[in-house]
């Protein structure tokens, strides 16, 4: 699995450019009513719901600048991943304890067929651990640039 | 979304997730690319919490189908049971039926639409 396979999970209604919250549980809120405007899925509060928990169980800001909240969820019945940037910053509590820029969000059903979900995570985590890669993402302010500076690194 | 079986959704997104982090491998694959899992004893509580919520019926129902299916909740895709590939009465279909705590009449797994 490549950047452009995981890509395909995504799309411009599934982007946005600059998030608006200030903390943690603020973000994920606006990270999943994108999640619900961008496609059929309806349950806010049982997204949201396994999203707080999977941070409770560790921070998903494992990059510098990065997050990547996940989960498995019975609300969605395929993988689905929102992107956002923050040019303010959020406190993410990530290790560094500085601001979260960018976020992946990976929603997948129970089933996860093929391990779609945990190559996608793998990749994208992977992509981020290359600090030019991750400045040049986080530049970025429109879904096309987004996904061409993710596809150039 | 009846309220209930937003409980019973949520305490069944929360097992998978304790026993993904209860399975050394996957546990391990996601130590690997950074993720926390310390957290496990807290996501136990929390199911804890959300299950003496539950009223004593579902409580006690949800428990035997998780033994005997694994899973107790299973969407509902294009009119069928997940769980057993039955079809769902059409009058289940309607927004008055869904609001219920609604069983799949072959299997008794729990019916949950995405």
Same mark, same amino acid.
Request: hydrophobic share 40%; net charge negative; proline share 5%.
């Given at each position: 699995?490549?950047?452009?396979?995981?890509? @395909?999970?995504?799309?411009?209604? *599934?982007?946005?450019?600059?998030? &608006?919250?200030?903390?943690?549980? !603020?973000?994920?809120?606006?990270?999943?009513?994108?999640?619900?405007?961008?496609?059929?899925?309806?349950n806010?509060e049982t997204v949201?719901q396994m999203? *707080?928990?999977?941070?409770?169980?560790? !921070?998903?800001?494992?990059?510098?600048?990065?997050?990547?909240?996940?989960?498995?969820t019975l609300a969605? &019945? @395929?993988?689905?991943?929102?992107?956002?940037? !923050?040019?303010?910053?959020?406190?993410?509590?990530?290790?560094?304890?500085?601001?979260?820029? *960018?976020?992946?969000?990976?929603?997948?059903?129970p089933?996860?067929?093929?391990?779609?979900?945990?190559?996608?995570?793998?990749? *994208?985590?992977? @992509?981020? &651990?290359?600090?030019?890669?991750?400045?040049?993402?986080?530049?970025?302010?429109?879904?096309?640039?987004?996904?061409?500076?993710? @596809?150039?690194? | 979304m009846n309220p209930q079986l937003q409980l019973l959704v949520a305490i069944q997104d929360l097992?998978?997730?304790?026993?993904?982090?209860?399975?050394?491998?996957?546990?391990?694959?996601?130590?690997?690319?950074?993720?926390?899992?310390?957290?496990?004893?807290?996501?136990?509580?929390?199911?804890?919490?959300l299950? %003496?919520?539950?009223?004593?019926?579902?409580?006690?129902?949800y428990?035997?189908?998780?033994?005997?299916?694994?899973?107790a909740v299973v969407p509902?895709?294009?009119?069928?049971?997940?769980?057993?590939? %039955?079809?769902?009465?059409?009058?289940?279909?309607?927004?008055?039926?869904?609001?219920?705590v609604?069983?799949?009449?072959?299997?008794?797994?729990i019916?949950y639409w995405p």
């Amino acid at each position: 699995m490549d950047i452009a396979d995981v890509l @395909k999970h995504t799309s411009p209604d *599934l982007y946005l450019p600059d998030l &608006q919250a200030t903390d943690k549980e !603020s973000a994920l809120s606006e990270m999943v009513d994108g999640l619900i405007a961008g496609t059929q899925i309806t349950n806010k509060e049982t997204v949201l719901q396994m999203l *707080l928990s999977r941070e409770n169980l560790g !921070s998903t800001a494992v990059g510098p600048g990065v997050a990547f909240p996940h989960g498995r969820t019975l609300a969605v &019945q @395929k993988l689905t991943i929102l992107c956002a940037n !923050s040019k303010k910053g959020i406190p993410f509590d990530a290790e560094d304890g500085k601001p979260t820029h *960018l976020f992946f969000m990976l929603i997948a059903p129970p089933q996860d067929s093929g391990h779609q979900y945990i190559k996608s995570l793998a990749v *994208l985590t992977e @992509k981020m &651990q290359n600090a030019e890669l991750r400045e040049a993402v986080m530049k970025t302010d429109d879904y096309e640039s987004f996904c061409e500076a993710l @596809k150039e690194g | 979304m009846n309220p209930q079986l937003q409980l019973l959704v949520a305490i069944q997104d929360l097992e998978l997730m304790i026993r993904d982090a209860e399975d050394a491998k996957k546990a391990q694959e996601f130590e690997e690319m950074g993720f926390g899992m310390g957290g496990l004893e807290e996501l136990k509580k929390a199911r804890e919490d959300l299950a %003496a919520k539950l009223e004593p019926r579902h409580r006690n129902y949800y428990r035997r189908l998780t033994q005997r299916f694994g899973h107790a909740v299973v969407p509902v895709i294009k009119n069928l049971c997940t769980g057993c590939f %039955a079809n769902i009465p059409a009058s289940f279909v309607s927004q008055t039926h869904r609001d219920r705590v609604l069983t799949c009449e072959n299997c008794g797994r729990i019916l949950y639409w995405p």
